[in-house]
């Protein structure tokens, strides 16, 4: 209980001082319109009161990544605590923080065009690219996660007495299986959040579900003062609890599963969709990397709970084993065991909107991030309408694809993208800050570089190479990176 505890006194305190720091370099000003209130033009640039840009910003980067990837990633060990605490502290928060606040300051331009300006035209085509896919690909992930969700539930509590279905419910299955009829809701919902004025869905309903998953939270994590016992230390060492330790070694494969918990490129998409509804820069800090660190609470909260639950490593193992290694069964067993049925359920509901507020948001940065480079306005719906159905056209193919080659996928492009982040970001305060300030993201980036290569190049689904070989691969390309990096900051000082 003790680590926990820390952890997540950290995690506050990381906020305020670590926070602090990182906006001092920015340097903000709070006299500067932003372009909610300069490029205002009724859809996607609306001034919006902060606390409701902060609900938006925490439900669209959370998901079920801090949630799900917290319960798979604890099971390495203490060492999912430390990774919690010190990538949102240092890493996410920040690649967060700074890729809104630059967005912000370039009139609210998308991610591509953000580590464009700085890396180059020819990584900003990529980054187009990648980018666009890599949030089609949340979309489909996030359609059939939550359809999944709703289907369990709705079934759940539509069998009778007798265990059998309601005549309406088997004549509607007949036609179609129930996920897919929910799949088809959840699919016409994100259209409509893709097109519509931010103001009119987005911003009215993610509040209600922003509150129904911080009281899953809180709930959850009330119940776990009563739990402390079975809590892991950080004194009973970091090695390797995975049951599969020998082929998923903690190195990369941990990071690459706590993503959303503690860095996540994905969150860098989103980041520009809040900037351009900011009323001032100030509110960047609790916007953008207060988000992040609520969102490291949230899976560290997770992490905890899924131990504290099934009473070991060995236990959440089994669990998770038997249940067709699922989180969403272990989930909605704490939640109804620990909240009761109504708070169960409510809970339930915060874990069904995580990713739906994730996958809409997703469609809605995919339209811009395609209008800021088709130099497309989209005032007009005939314009959005341009862009939006090819963009769910090819959602619809994707999602056709197993969910776990899926997921796989989308967790290493997710985190691909965070390196391609830190490095325009570090780029930028070479540029633009004095001193040593880029620091704050040369180091992230450093470490991400070696993450993603080695995954790449261990992993079952990229290369399957030698463990020794890939992590010597992983640190010869961050190698090449940071000299290159030298090299543009020494034509920087010749300047």
């Not at 809701?185 to 893709?194: D, E, G, H, N, R």
């Not at 490593?313 to 620990?338: C, M, Q, S």
């Not at 997703?362 to 339209?367: F, I, K, N, P, W």
């Not at 020794?468 to 090449?480: C, D, E, F, K, N």
Request: with cysteine; charged share 10%; hydrophobic share 55%.
């Amino acid at each position: 209980m003790i680590t926990f505890l820390v952890a997540l006194v950290a995690l506050i305190v990381g906020y305020f001082i670590y926070g602090a720091v990182v906006e001092r370099i920015f340097g903000i000003d709070a006299s500067r319109p932003t372009p909610a209130i300069t490029k205002a033009d009724g859809v996607d640039y609306i001034p919006l009161p902060s606390w409701r840009i902060f609900l938006i910003q925490f439900l669209n980067i959370a998901g079920l990544g801090p949630i799900f990837g917290a319960i798979m990633g604890v099971l390495y060990g203490p060492a999912a605590y430390l990774w919690i605490v010190l990538g949102t502290i240092f890493g996410g928060a920040v690649h967060d923080y700074l890729s809104g606040m630059i967005s912000l300051r370039r009139g609210g331009v998308s991610l591509p065009e953000i580590v464009g300006n700085e890396l180059g035209n020819a990584v900003k085509q990529l980054m187009r690219i990648f980018s666009l896919l890599l949030l089609i690909l949340v979309g489909a992930v996030f359609v059939i996660n939550p359809a999944e969700l709703i289907t369990g539930i709705f079934t759940q509590y539509a069998v009778g007495d007798d265990g059998i279905m309601p005549t309406w419910v088997q004549t509607i299955e007949h036609i179609m299986p129930l996920k897919w009829w929910f799949v088809v809701l959840v699919f016409v919902y994100y259209l409509l959040a893709t097109l519509l004025p931010v103001d009119k869905i987005i911003g009215k309903f993610f509040p209600i579900f922003g509150v129904a998953l911080l009281f899953m939270a809180v709930g959850v994590l009330i119940m776990l003062c009563f739990h402390m016992d079975a809590l892991p230390e950080i004194t009973d060492g970091l090695h390797n609890r995975h049951p599969q330790a020998d082929a998923l070694p903690i190195f990369p494969m941990m990071f690459i599963s706590i993503a959303c918990g503690a860095v996540s490129g994905f969150h860098a998409t989103q980041s520009p969709l809040m900037a351009r509804c900011l009323k001032n820069e100030r509110m960047g800090r609790p916007i953008f990397y207060g988000a992040m660190v609520t969102e490291g609470v949230l899976a560290l909260i997770w992490a905890a709970a899924a131990i504290a639950f099934t009473g070991s490593y060995d236990g959440l193992a089994g669990y998770l084993a038997e249940n067709g290694n699922k989180p969403l069964v272990l989930v909605n067993d704490i939640a109804v065991t620990w909240l009761g049925a109504l708070g169960g359920f409510l809970a339930l509901l915060g874990v069904i909107f995580a990713p739906i507020t994730s996958g809409d948001t997703a469609m809605r940065s995919a339209r811009l991030i395609a209008a800021d480079f088709l130099h497309l306005e989209q005032s007009s719906m005939r314009n959005r309408l341009l862009i939006t159905l090819p963009i769910f056209a090819l959602s619809a193919v994707i999602m056709m694809i197993d969910f776990n080659v899926l997921w796989r996928y989308f967790a290493w492009s997710n985190q691909a993208l965070s390196v391609f982040t830190f490095w325009a970001l570090t780029v930028f305060l070479a540029r633009e800050r004095n001193g040593l300030s880029y620091l704050i993201t040369l180091l992230p980036a450093l470490f991400m570089t070696v993450v993603c290569v080695t995954y790449i190049m261990f992993a079952p689904e990229g290369l399957s190479l030698n463990y020794h070989l890939s992590v010597g691969i992983g640190m010869a390309v961050a190698a090449l990176f940071a000299v290159l990096f030298v090299r543009f900051k020494c034509r920087l000082v010749r300047k």
